[in-house]
C-alpha cells in the first residue's frame, strides 16, 4: 500500500537558519504530494503541493520538488522564522484515490 | 479561503458516556469528509470516509458500531464516540473535500479525554 517516511523530530533551528525536511514516499502509479502545517491548537493547513514529477511547490517561503527518480518530496526554507515553528506533514493522495496518507510529522521549533 | 470548523475543540468524559464531535464546513458544501485520528507522536490515521447521504465507509481496524459517524446535509458531519474508554483518548481531526478539488481543508482538531 502506499505510505510516507518522514523525517522524525524534533528538530530545532536558531532564527535564520536553513531547513530541510526529508520525506519519501512509495506508491503506485502517480501520486499527488502535500506537505501541510500544523500550528498549536490549530488543525492542518496546505503549504504547498505537486501533483506531478519535476514539479516545485511553494509557498511562504517554502519549497519542495517532486521527485519522482528518488521518490521524494523534501521540504525546505531558506531562512526560518520563530513563526514557523509548527509540525509539518508529508502526504500523498494517489490517483483516483480520495484519500490522504500521511507520514509522521516533524515538529519544528525555531528559537530566537 | 475555505474553512472548516471543528466542536468541541476539547472535550473531557466519563467512561461509559458517548461523546459526539461536529465538523462543519462554513463557506462550500462538502460532499465528502473524513475523519481521522492522531496519537501522540504519531500521524493521522484515517478513520473513515464521509459521504452526504450514504453510510460512512470505514477504515480497516476501526469499529463502525463505536465510531458512529453520521454525514446528514453537504455541510455537517458527525463523530459519536460510544460508549467512551480511557484508550479512546485522543485528538480527533475531520478535514472536507471541496467539489473535486484534490485539496483537503481540516478542522482544528478535537481534544477528546476519557477518565
Known amino acids: 500500500g502506499d505510505s510516507v517516511t518522514q523525517m522524525e523530530g524534533p528538530v530545532t533551528l536558531s532564527e535564520e537558519a536553513f531547513l530541510t525536511i526529508n520525506c519519501t514516499y512509495t506508491a503506485t502509479g502517480y501520486p499527488s504530494l502535500f506537505w501541510y502545517v500544523q500550528y498549536p491548537g490549530e488543525g492542518l493547513q496546505l503549504l504547498l503541493k505537486a501533483t506531478k514529477a519535476d514539479d516545485k511547490g511553494s509557498n511562504k517561503g517554502f519549497e519542495a ?48 | 479561503g475555505a474553512v472548516v470548523s471543528q466542536h468541541p475543540s476539547r472535550v473531557i468524559c466519563k467512561s461509559g458516556t458517548s461523546v459526539k464531535i461536529e465538523c462543519r464546513s462554513l463557506d462550500f458544501q462538502a460532499t465528502t469528509m473524513f475523519w481521522y485520528r492522531q ?42 464516540v460510544t460508549s467512551a ?27 477528546l479525554t476519557v477518565v
Open chain 1, 65 to 112: 520538488t517532486y521527485r519522482k527518480e528518488t521518490t521524494s518530496f523534501h521540504l525546505e526554507k531558506g531562512s526560518v522564522q520563530v513563526s514557523d515553528s509548527a509540525v509539518y506533514f508529508c502526504a500523498l493522495n494517489n490517483f483516483g484515490n480520495e484519500k490522504l496518507t500521511f507520514g509522521t510529522g516533524t515538529r519544528l521549533t525555531i528559537i530566537p
Open chain 2, 85 to 111: 474508554h480511557p484508550e479512546d483518548s485522543s485528538f480527533y481531526i475531520c478535514s472536507a473535500r471541496r467539489g473535486l478539488t484534490t485539496e483537503a481543508f481540516f478542522g482544528q482538531g478535537t481534544r
Open chain 2, 39 to 80: 496519537f501522540p507522536k504519531q500521524s493521522l490515521m484515517l478513520m473513515a470516509t464521509s459521504n452526504e447521504g450514504s453510510k460512512a465507509t470505514y477504515e480497516q481496524g476501526v469499529e463502525k458500531d463505536k465510531f458512529l459517524i453520521n454525514h446528514a446535509s453537504l455541510t455537517l458531519s458527525t463523530l459519536t
